[in-house]
């Protein structure tokens, strides 16, 4: 899917020719040309990152990062300016954007940056596995099904991040036993449906629906 770009910048000239090069890279781009348009786009389309000028009419671009930053908003930002004070790359960095660009610039020079810091979310993203309500963090091994934590233990963990790393794929029980087990398998067949149920327990423990669906003669399956 492609990336979708926000784009902020009251110069519609310097606006639409960035505008043009970036959907000419396959990204998905919006254009706002003022600070109060910008910040309700953001909010209402969470682009994946935004391209935001400093100077602009209504709200400056380090006052709408600023205020993003201040609601929770991580949205990868990029701040063009035609200021180049030390100073103001502080300012701009303080107020949480992740990147400054000095005007003029190159063309070439904003795809790449814009290039690093989409597989720097991107590699962030392969961190969290998620399925409907049910969320997996692989760095931090939290387990959430909405907003309740659910505490796994290190197998049940790793065969839940098995299933979920493809929903709706099914899983037969000799891919589970060698991916999950590997050489810790003692023999026992039955060690799956053991853990299954386990981990049906803790998923279901509110009475939440059921999502590692049995595929009879087969294996598993995470759906819906
Ligand atoms: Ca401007």
């Keep these: 899917m492609a990336a979708h770009i926000l ?7 310097l606006a639409r020719f960035v505008e043009l090069e970036l ?9 706002a040309h003022d600070g109060i348009e910008g910040l309700t786009l953001a909010r209402e389309s969470s682009p994946d990152l935004m391209i935001l000028d400093w100077m602009l009419p209504g709200l400056s671009g380090v006052e709408v990062c600023r205020r993003l930053r201040a609601t929770g908003n991580k949205v990868p930002v990029i701040l063009l300016t035609a200021k180049d004070e030390v100073s103001d790359r502080v300012a701009g960095l303080d107020a949480g954007a992740d990147d400054y660009l000095v005007k003029p610039f190159s063309i070439e020079e904003l795809l790449a940056r814009v290039r690093a810091h989409l597989r720097r979310t991107q590699e962030v993203d392969r961190d969290v596995l998620q399925f409907e309500d049910l969320s997996l963090n692989r760095r931090t091994r939290e387990v959430f099904r909405g907003k309740r934590a659910i505490e796994l233990t290190a197998k049940e963990f790793d065969l839940l991040d098995y299933l979920l790393s493809h929903p709706r794929q099914v899983y037969t029980r000799d891919q589970i036993l060698e991916r999950v087990w590997g050489y810790d398998f ?19 423990e509110n009475n939440e629906k059921r999502l590692i ?3 009879r003669g087969v294996g598993y399956v995470l759906r819906e």
């Design 186 to 204: 003692g023999g026992d067949s039955n060690i799956i449906e053991v853990y299954v149920r386990y981990l049906r327990l803790k998923l279901e």
């Design 7 to 13: 784009l902020v910048e009251d110069e519609v000239k």
């Design 23 to 31: 959907s000419s890279e396959g990204y998905h781009t919006s254009v």
């Design 213 to 215: 669906h049995t595929v």
